[in-house]
């Protein structure tokens, strides 16, 4: 609240505290106020209480997917020449939706970015909700919260373009499947579209960093941390700590670090002041920011390097261990842009636009080739058209 906001607030409140005072009610609404406020202090502990029992229940099942929908497990990156954790699974549309297979498919990818899987398919009016109710078919990219034992990035790139081929294999009259990718996700999926231009329709990417030195110079604070802080050593170290695996929740708590009011106290005030109409709400997005996932040293360490640091992946400089191909062999035509994800529209804060940058360039206007073609701002009915 800004501070002439603040003033005018408070002089309306003496305006009203003197008149119930003239009115001989004070003593009457004082006692009021202090009953509901107990109220609510007692429901919103007992509202944290219970999403601290979640955290734990989730955590001891393993972080399954947070999902609105039901579904099918059909694929899986254990079974496959190059293990990896991730799984294929077709999200079930409710009884009153129904879905034309030879439609285009949606394969969703939410990220692996601290978090476990929901992003895209979390509510009703998620990506995946909006896909089933236009009659899409929707997949989704899951993983598990543990690596495999050596897995590295390109396992799991190799891992979902097996899950793209195999969504194109049951849907042979539908065009190339739409792969939506998610804040990280958004880059991997540019990555599995350059390796593999065979598979991938409409590519379209939420809120993903993919050239974190590009767009307003000291919007996006997140993208500085890693030269403040003195690159790579802090994620080794913590890495070090746990046996060469690097805990996700560090990543959590980076984002929270770009809004902590937010995330620290008005969140909670928030339900506080609602907690009679928003449990619900609050414990499902609680269970969805608070389920963590693991990633191996070499992953972390690839994704900092060539992100966040090196800027290499926008350069043409990034190479997974098992394919030298990268961005600027992108060859499909229909390539869109959002500029927020979850995170961001969590935590109140606005990113850059995800294809800024590559090339080496910003877009500005029309957009930048990338590999000959034309990058676009997200507009969901493009997508249902292309």
């Known amino acids: 609240m800004r501070l002439p906001e603040f003033l005018a607030t408070g002089e309306r409140l003496a305006i009203g505290l003197r008149n119930l005072y003239e009115n001989g009610r004070l003593g009457e609404y004082w006692t009021e106020y202090i009953i509901d406020a107990i109220d609510r202090a007692l429901l919103l502990l007992n509202t944290v209480r219970e999403s601290g029992d979640i955290f734990l229940d989730h955590e001891a099942a393993g972080c399954p997917p947070v999902l609105f929908y039901k579904y099918d497990a059909i694929m899986d990156g254990r079974e496959l020449p190059l293990k990896s954790n991730f799984v294929l699974l077709r999200l079930i549309p409710p009884q009153d939706v129904t879905t034309d297979p030879s439609r285009r498919p949606f394969v969703i990818v939410p990220p692996r970015a601290g978090h476990c899987v929901g992003v895209g398919a979390h509510a009703a009016d998620s990506q995946a909700g909006v896909a089933l109710r236009e009659g899409h078919p929707v997949y989704l990219v899951a993983f598990r919260r ?18 793209v081929r195999e969504v194109m294999r049951r849907h042979p009259r539908a065009p190339l499947p739409a792969i939506v990718g998610n804040c990280q996700a958004g880059w991997a999926t540019l990555v599995l579209a350059a390796t593999n231009p065979d598979l ?16 307003n110079i ?6 500085y941390i890693a030269g403040i802080f003195g690159g790579l050593w802090i994620p080794m170290f913590l890495c070090d700590l746990g046996n060469g695996i690097f805990d996700g929740a560090y990543l959590i708590q980076n984002f929270e670090l770009l809004n902590p009011e937010s995330r620290l106290f008005l969140k909670y005030a928030e339900i506080y002041r609602d907690v009679d109409t928003a449990r619900e709400s609050f414990l499902a997005r609680e269970k969805l920011w608070g389920s963590f996932c693991l990633l191996h040293e ?20 990034a190479n997974l261990s098992r394919s030298p ?19 961001a529209r969590l935590l109140g804060r606005q990113p850059q636009n995800p294809l800024s940058g590559l090339g080496g360039q910003g877009i500005d206007g029309g957009g930048l080739p990338v590999g000959g073609n034309q990058p676009l701002e997200l507009a969901p009915e493009l997508v249902h058209r292309a």
């Open 298 to 317: 070499n992953e972390i360490c690839w994704i900092l390097e060539n992100l966040f640091i090196g800027n290499r992946l926008a350069r043409n400089r």
């Open 218 to 223: 000291g919007d996006s604070s997140f993208r």
């Open 325 to 343: 191909k990268v961005l600027q062999q992108l060859s499909k035509p229909e390539t869109f842009g959002q500029h927020a994800g979850l995170a």
């Open 146 to 163: 543990e690596p495999e034992q050596g897995q590295q990035l390109s396992d799991v790139a190799y891992a979902q373009a097996a899950f």
């Open 200 to 215: 991938t329709g409409p590519i379209v990417i939420n809120g993903s960093p993919v050239s974190a030195v590009s767009g």
